[in-house]
């Protein structure tokens, strides 16, 4: 990495936290530093002394350091880097993530900071296995956090199962990819649609889906990241807009074929929404009342394809158009077939069968189809299938 980057480092307390001098170690081959935080815990298990001469830096541990909190406080030492990793993260401190605590520097270094978290879990398996660990994780995750390992082995504590520190070169090599794509997209734009579209029956009734936005939106979280401008284009979902994108709520499939018209033109458009094929044509304009034995007869018109009609654009079409299939059987060829008919360049399909747990789910088992070729993403956080997808998008541009 030619650039110099900056971890910021949290050692919270578990025997793993050996490991992390090897892992300081290695960020620095990458020219990647390494200010530390070191929970009390942590300081059991590996000193002050010993970090900071690999680090070459001043080890914080303190929240109430008067000096610190003048020289560089715990909200400015947590925005100043490019990503913050804790690792070894005990059950501890994935709890009080979760839960939103700050009661020591690191937990409020965490809660004040702007940028991404990666979080390496070290643990015993009984307690890694714990619903309540298993809990927070999930919430960790989707708030974005990326999770690295644990592994499953021999544990010190003469234990066996899934709860190991990841190797050290792997959790390095984890870092160096989040960061080396980070700006990878720098000067593009983006187009991403996200969630269910809701198509009015009356004023107070709707008909719409169970797209829970969770895809899309961590595209869009992953283009900014990797430096892109986008503009999000989403129906109604539970999910936060991703900090930095400009964001366009939209109801019906004809707000989200506007509002994605003016986002044009972009070099890159990517169409994770669940769009209702249909619209009630007879929509009520005041709510329909109750009449005994006489139920309301709806009747249905098309929608826009959003995806076919922006790619089938002429001038100032994207340079890129993704869209997604969703199949529960003969996946690939069925998004092979989808690719020609709507005109675009890639198709992530994703496999919907009952056992993937996708929907509404935080994971996903997607395969790139592209006109001449497709490749397995295997089963893989929502997040990690979106910055793949920026990956694959940034080397396609390049080349
Ligand atoms: O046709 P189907 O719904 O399977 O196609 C899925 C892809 O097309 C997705 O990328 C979806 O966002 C997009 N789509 C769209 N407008 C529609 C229907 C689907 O953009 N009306």
Redesign the pocket.
């Known amino acids: 990495m030619n650039q110099n980057k900056r971890v910021l480092l949290i050692i919270s307390g578990g025997i793993a936290a050996y490991k992390c001098l090897e892992v300081i170690r290695r960020l620095q081959d990458h020219n990647i530093s390494c200010p530390t935080i070191l929970t009390k815990a942590g300081a059991e298990f590996v000193t002050p002394l010993s970090v900071s001469a690999l680090s070459g830096g001043k080890v914080f541990q303190d929240l109430f350091d008067l000096t610190d909190e003048q020289e560089m406080g715990h909200i400015r030492l947590s925005r100043e880097a490019d990503l913050v990793l804790v690792a070894p993260a005990t059950a501890d401190i994935m709890a009080k993530m979760a839960s939103g605590q700050a009661n020591d520097l690191a937990t409020t270094a965490l809660l004040a900071t702007d940028k991404p978290v990666m979080v390496a879990p070290a643990m015993n398996p009984m307690m890694w296995q714990h619903p309540a660990t298993q809990a927070n994780l999930e919430t960790l995750k989707e708030r974005g956090v990326t999770i690295v390992g644990p592994e499953s082995g021999d544990m010190a504590c003469g234990e066996h199962g899934a709860g190991r520190f990841v190797e050290p070169a792997v959790l390095v090599s984890s870092v160096v990819s989040f960061l080396n794509q980070s700006q990878n997209l720098k000067g593009k734009t983006a187009l991403v ?1 996200a969630g269910p579209t809701r198509e009015a029956i009356d004023p107070v009734r709707y008909i719409s889906n169970h797209s829970s936005g969770k895809q899309g939106y961590a595209i869009a979280e992953a283009l900014v990241s990797a430096g892109a401008d986008v503009t999000l284009v989403s129906g109604p979902t539970k999910l936060a807009p991703p900090t930095g994108v400009n964001f366009v709520p939209i109801n019906t ?1 004809d707000e ?2 506007a509002a994605s018209k003016a986002a044009l033109p972009t070099d890159i458009a990517i ?7 249909y619209k009630v044509a007879n929509a009520a304009t005041q709510k329909i009342k109750k009449k005994d034995g006489k139920a309301p007869k709806l009747e249905f018109e098309a ?8 790619a089938s654009i002429k001038k100032g079409r994207p340079d890129l158009v ?5 199949e529960t059987e003969n996946l690939i060829k069925n998004a092979q077939s ?1 690719l020609k008919k ?1 005109d ?1 360049d890639w ?1 992530l399909a994703n496999d919907v069968s009952e056992k993937t747990g996708t929907f509404g789910g935080d994971a996903s088992e997607v395969h790139l189809v592209k006109s001449n070729a497709n490749e397995s993403w295997g089963h893989q956080s929502k997040q990690a299938t979106a910055r793949q997808l920026v990956e694959a998008i940034a080397q396609e541009l390049k080349g």
């Open positions: 649609t499939a989200l074929l169409f994770a929404a669940a769009v209702a094929d929608n826009p394809d959003i995806l076919a009609t922006i993704i869209g997604f299939a969703a989808k709507k675009c198709i």
